[in-house]
């Protein structure tokens, strides 16, 4: 089982940053692909925004680039999403993704954390 914590959300004001964090724990043994995904207030289904692979090829949702950036520390299990010059359109709860090998299993199994909101308002 694995368990996906992110932390870093919270209230700032356009133009303004935050650095969101993920990580995780539990009986693994490595972490593939590394992801961020929001649902913002009006629609039900999460929205890709970023991910990164063991080799650190990054990709992004077109609106966030060159305001976002992920990062990841595989020693410490952790992902990061470093956001810069948020707007009001990116208000939303954040979610933290990643496929997992496991000595169960032969194929990654894929884990979500619980989410973490951030409200962009003046």
């Known amino acids: 089982q694995v368990q996906l914590v992110e932390s870093g959300g919270g209230l700032v004001q356009p133009g303004g940053s935050l650095r969101l964090s993920c990580q995780a724990s539990?009986?693994?043994?490595?972490?593939?692909?590394m992801r961020w995904y929001r649902r913002v207030p009006t629609r039900r289904q999460r929205e890709f925004i970023a991910?990164?692979?063991?080799?650190?090829?990054?990709n992004y949702l077109d609106a966030v680039k060159g305001r976002f950036t992920i990062s990841r520390d595989d020693g410490k299990n952790f992902w990061f999403l470093q956001m810069n010059n948020l707007e009001p359109e990116d208000t939303a709860v954040y979610y933290c993704?990643?496929?997992?090998?496991?000595?169960?299993?032969?194929?990654?199994?894929?884990?979500w954390g619980q989410g973490t909101q951030v409200t962009v308002s003046a």
């Open positions: 993704n990643g496929d997992f090998r496991m000595a169960t299993s032969h194929t990654p199994e894929d884990y």
């Open positions: 539990g009986s693994f043994l490595a972490i593939y692909t």
């Open positions: 991910q990164i692979t063991p080799s650190g090829d990054a």
